[in-house]
């Protein structure tokens, strides 16, 4: 059965700079250092790959499938990644919340087994919230 999992935080930064961070795609690794080591992206824009390296050694393939810059969505699989989970499409949501605010919506779609869907939901539901906090640490540091 297919599973949701969303994270939504308002965060401190300007709308334009944190959605230019996000849909460049590339530098995951520059503003979510904590959990991406290194990350390399191959192409640009919708169908580039990803190839990033968590801080625990674990490795990420992702491929961008579509960067709209009117919606500010962003949306991605994760081809390859530890946890007991299938079929993966990520998406990051920018909206202006005013007042020098941003909200961020990130979440996921996935498959996986009954027994594993809390683990795999609370493991994804931790890492977009400590990804949000991340980007505004990094906005608000440049």
Not at 61 to 81: L, P
């Amino acid at each position: 059965m297919r599973q949701t999992v969303v994270a939504e935080q308002e965060i401190s930064g300007k709308t334009d700079a944190i959605w230019e961070t996000i849909s460049a795609g590339g530098n995951v690794h520059k503003w979510f250092p904590m959990v991406i080591h290194s990350c390399q992206l191959q192409g640009t824009g919708e169908g580039a790959s990803r190839f990033c390296t968590m801080a625990d050694g674990n490795e990420l393939e992702e491929r961008i499938v579509e960067v709209n810059h009117a919606a500010r969505r962003f949306r991605y699989t994760v081809d390859k990644h530890p946890l007991p989970a299938k079929d993966v499409i990520a998406f990051i949501e920018v909206k202006n919340a005013g007042d020098g605010r941003t909200f961020i919506s990130w979440g996921a779609e996935f498959e996986a087994s009954e027994e594993a869907v809390p683990q795999v939901k609370e493991t994804i539901h931790g890492l977009y919230m400590q990804g949000i906090q991340s980007l505004e640490a990094y906005h608000n540091a440049n």
